[in-house]
């Protein structure tokens, strides 16, 4: 393969955590191999930004294939991949969310981007749970700067407890009305609603191969960007590295196990060419692995690699969930103007009860976040209110002008304390159509996440009575209103860093600790969630480790 191009790192997986590897290593003068399991995708040509939903099949609807609706930028993918099965342990009830495309979930993730904050990587050091990570806030500051100029991020500097701003935000879109309608319902409460930092382009960003413009407010983002203004590496990362001539991208690539010599060492990775079903071997001086958390776990188990510690799969973690919706006659029947912004929430509400949590007033540890939402958009056919509306005739088209924009909804994500009883293995008997061995998840949450759901129901209803909205989300028990495992999509933790190979799967630079030349620098690493969204740290955490891979390559050390 390639005989023209023999690469010294071969890196598995094209989302955030890969695409930042080859575009610090393609810099630097390294010669990359990137093998995708998905196919190729190239969001310039193939995004529906501006389809509309009725013009998709069944007007768009969510179907088992297209979980997120027809228009969804994952085009191979979801729940469930075809000839992909995993398996789940009696009694757990674990969804786990693959992109087989180049991207990988970059293409379709919100973009909600926040930093990690000091309390957030010495947990334990606050509450006796779970682990402190072996890096602080200020090690990792320095690359959340770095990462913010490169990719673009809008927002603004709150002062909040545990929430760092930021000397790179791009100018924040302006508040809807929906939004400040919250803010002045939270701020009632004495809770904050300030603005919600965004990997999304308000000033356009040019660049010589991968030029990258403004957003334009007028298409959902989760249906990829084809003109760059929402962050995903087909667009940002990958391109920037393509044009070093330092990286070289294979496509429809299964990679199932990395292989080492006598000495321990890694010397590439095994994969199978999904078109052809024909095995290859890619050799490199350092293997780096970002196939996303769990399936960088089902490589390492499935080589026997690693796992000294006992530590892969282990620890694996995703954020809390759970949705309320409520109508508010207020909203009703007002005036009709573009409020689209960027099809996410331009205010949020973070997490603020750090101190009455220390002096322990409450019943569970760490926090969560609202992410808000109203507007005008596209209208349901009972306009969200549950299908009270006749819906037909003239009776519909005066429910469509009283109800459109009058459904407001909250989301809320919470961090989650790893615990004995969630991990993956695997599984003993089943495989997928390549015949590798799949994973078995075990889940299992929690009191400390039940009473933090129970916690947030509550508060959000508070919200919504201050706003005079009707609650329109039937009143669930905390464990049933929670979000089965993986459905947030923020998996983390099950080959995470620690201070110590007895502990751990890789240090502080997402090297592991048994193989050197082995870089594991996926969300897998992350040794706690927070109740902030990962993405931005994974990002950092990747350019941190490759920096020093870079070093130690230059070293002659790996």
Avoid at 80 to 102: C, D, H, I, N
Avoid at 199 to 218: G, N, Q, V, W
Avoid at 418 to 436: F, H, L, M, Q, W
Avoid at 463 to 488: C, H, N, W
């Amino acid at each position: 393969m390639m005989r023209d191009f023999e690469p010294d790192v071969v890196i598995v997986g094209s989302g955030a955590s890969g695409g930042m590897t080859a575009y610090v290593l393609a810099q630097a003068g390294i010669k990359v191999l990137m093998l995708e399991a998905g196919r190729h995708y190239d969001p310039t040509t193939e995004t529906p930004m501006l389809n509309w939903e009725r013009d998709a099949p069944l007007a768009g609807v969510s179907t088992p294939d297209k979980p997120f609706g027809f228009y969804d930028a994952t085009v191979d993918g979801g729940w469930q991949v075809p000839g992909e099965p995993y398996t789940m342990a009696p009694g757990s009830k674990f969804k786990w969310w693959r992109a087989r495309m180049l991207g990988g979930r970059t293409n379709h993730w919100a973009r909600h981007v926040p930093r990690f904050g000091p309390y957030d990587f010495k947990p334990y050091s606050r509450d006796g749970l779970g682990v402190d990570w072996p890096v602080s806030y200020d090690d990792v500051a320095p690359y959340y700067d770095k990462v913010e100029q490169l990719i673009g991020v809008h927002g603004k500097t709150s002062g909040l407890e545990n929430q760092p701003g930021s000397n790179y935000f791009l100018p924040p879109p302006k508040p809807r009305v929906p939004e400040l309608l919250y803010a002045a319902a939270a701020k009632s409460l004495n809770i904050p609603c300030v603005e919600s930092p965004r990997a999304i382009l308000t000033r356009d960003m040019p660049h010589p191969h991968a030029p990258r413009s403004k957003c334009f407010f007028a298409s959902p983002c989760g249906r990829g960007c084809s003109i760059g203004a929402a962050f995903q590496t087909p667009t940002s990362l990958l391109p920037m590295a393509m044009g070093t001539g330092n990286l070289r991208i294979v496509t429809d690539a299964m990679v199932h196990t990395v292989k080492t010599d006598r000495d321990g060492r890694a010397t590439g990775v095994l994969y199978f060419d999904k078109k052809t079903g024909r095995e290859h071997f890619a050799k490199a001086r350092v293997v780096v692995l970002a196939a996303s958390a769990c399936e960088s776990a089902r490589l390492l188990l499935n080589s026997g690699i690693g796992n000294s510690s006992g530590q892969v799969g282990r620890n694996l973690m995703d954020s809390t969930g759970t949705d309320l919706a409520a109508h508010v006659p207020a909203l009703e029947g007002r005036p009709r103007y573009n409020e689209d912004g960027n099809s996410q929430e331009h205010l949020f509400i973070p997490w603020w009860l750090y101190k009455e949590q220390k002096a322990g007033l409450l019943d569970f540890p760490r926090g969560y976040h609202f992410e808000i939402g109203g507007g005008f958009d596209m209208p349901d056919g009972d306009f969200g209110l549950g299908g009270n509306e006749d819906g037909y005739g003239a009776k519909l088209k005066e429910d469509a002008r009283r109800y459109y924009g009058a459904v407001v909804w909250i989301s809320l994500r919470g961090e989650m304390i790893p615990n004995a009883n969630s991990y993956c293995e695997i599984d003993p008997t089943v495989k997928d159509r390549y015949g590798i061995p799949v994973l078995r998840f075990h889940w299992k949450w929690s009191d400390h996440e039940i009473r933090q759901i129970a916690h947030g129901q509550k508060t959000a209803r508070a919200l919504f009575d201050k706003m005079g909205a009707r609650v329109l989300t039937p009143d669930k028990p905390p464990e049933q209103a929670i979000a089965d495992g993986g459905v947030i999509i923020h998996e983390v933790g099950t080959t995470r860093m620690g201070d110590k190979p007895s502990n751990s799967v890789v240090n502080q630079y997402c090297q592991s600790w048994d193989v050197p030349n082995l870089f594991v620098v996926d969300g897998g690493v992350m040794a706690s969630q927070a109740h902030k969204n990962p993405t931005l740290t994974i990002l950092a955490l990747s350019w941190r480790g490759t920096d020093r891979m870079v070093e130690q390559m230059r070293k002659h050390e790996i």
